[in-house]
Nanobody, 122 residues
């Protein structure tokens, strides 16, 4: 079992930045592939970015490429999402998720955090 807690959300003006954190507890964090997702009101959940347990970034969602970046600190059991050049369309609840490492890479995100709200004002 892995318990995930996101933090760092809030209200920011368009063009601004936020850094989200996702702290993990429970099973060994370093053997999990991690991902960030988001869900805006009335929309389906959207993939944002993924990172393998070795620290390889797998892909970014088209809407965030060039503006968002993911990193992880296995010593702190934490994964981060740096979000720059935010716009109003980035407003959503952001979730981190963990998948037991897989080879070949094909994550199944079994564990989810409760989410953190990000609101971007114009």
């Amino acid at each position: 079992q892995v318990h995930l807690v996101e933090s760092g959300g809030g209200l920011v003006q368009a063009g601004g930045s936020l850094r989200l954190s996702c702290a993990a507890s429970g099973r060994t964090f370093s053997v999990f592939d991690m991902g960030w997702f988001r869900q805006a009101p009335g929309k389906e959940r959207e993939f944002v970015v993924g990172m393998t347990w070795t620290g390889t970034i797998t892909d970014y969602g088209d809407a965030v490429k060039g503006r968002f970046s993911i990193s992880r600190d296995n010593a702190k059991n934490t994964v981060y999402l740096q979000m720059d050049s935010l716009n109003t369309e980035d407003t959503a609840v952001y979730y981190c998720a963990a998948a037991p490492r897989s080879s070949p890479y094909h994550p199944t995100y079994d564990y989810w955090g409760q989410g953190t709200q990000v609101t971007v004002s114009s």
